[in-house]
Each structure stands twice: as C-alpha cells, then as structure tokens.
C-alpha cells in the first residue's frame, strides 16, 4: 500500500470521524435542550435540568446533575474539532501531492573474476519517504490517545447513565 494511498483513507476516516461526533453533540444538545425546564424542578439551588442520572418520584420525573450533560454534549466538540485539523491535514496531502517523494541509494560492488578481470556492480534503490518529521507523528500519537480516552470517558459517562436509569426506575422483583 503506498503514502498516497493511506492518506486518502485517513482523510476519509477523519472525516467520518468529525461527523459522528457533530451528530453526537447535536443529537444530546436537543434532547437536553427539549427537556431542560421539565426536569428542573429540585428546587432553588439546586440545578437538576439533565435526563441523565434522573430519578423517578412518586409525582414526577426529576433530572440529574448538569455535569453529565455539558460533558456529553460538549466532549465531542475536541476531538471534531481535531478530526477536522487532521482531515484538512491529510486532505491537503492528497490533493496537492502529485507522487511520494522517494529517496535513491547508489551502492557499487567491485568483483573479482577468476581469470583476473574484474566487474562493478551498481545497484541503485529508491525508497519512499516522508518530508514529516518523527517527532511530529509522535505528537499525533499521543493527541491520538488523548482523543481516544476522551472517547472512552463520554461513553462510559453516557452507557452508566444508561444503567443508573434502568436500575433505579425498573420495578424490583422478588425473584426467589
């Protein structure tokens, strides 16, 4: 698989990225957003206006912190906002990059024959190479990283709340 061949895919890969994380942001925003008054009725001091975490009384439904919420409407917006530095990035390598920039190696050999002549061999190698420095790919990486715990936290965050609702809601049983 050669340079220009990578870059395409992560440039569309990047994209994607961004896109899935712009619908999660909206997606959460307008369901917050739709229910912000209803759930915020815990009294004064007290803000409680997230379906997240929400509790089930007797008389109504109350809403959970407003953490959970601002961190998972908001969280996506960092690794968009990278996805789409890394999609431009890339693209621009794909589009303004008419071959890989290759590298040629010249090595001679002299040998010796056996009835006292003697021949050189040449041989000439050309590898690809990029104009990126190492410690740039390594910068990525770890932003890389850094994007993938972000990742992980707003989901945990999303699916506990998830599981707090259906634990704390659901009727109990006596299944003995």
Known sequence: MDQLSIEKGLTISYLLCAI???????????????????????????????????????SRFLG????????????PLLYVFLAICMTCFHGYRVLFTTKSPKMRTKRSVIA???????VQIETIAQEDISSLYRCFWITIYYIGYAQISSTCIHRSVSENSVIYAI???WPKRNLL
């Open 112 to 118: 010796r024959m056996n009835h006292g002549s003697s």
């Open 167 to 169: 634990l704390k809601c």
């Open 64 to 75: 959970g912190g407003q953490a959970p919420c601002i961190w998972i409407t908001y969280g």
């Open 20 to 58: 899935m994380g712009i619908i999660s942001s909206v997606t959460t925003g307008i369901a917050w957003g739709h229910w912000y008054l209803s759930l915020d009725q815990c009294g004064i001091g007290r803000n409680c206006s997230c379906i997240l975490y929400g509790q089930n009384t007797f």
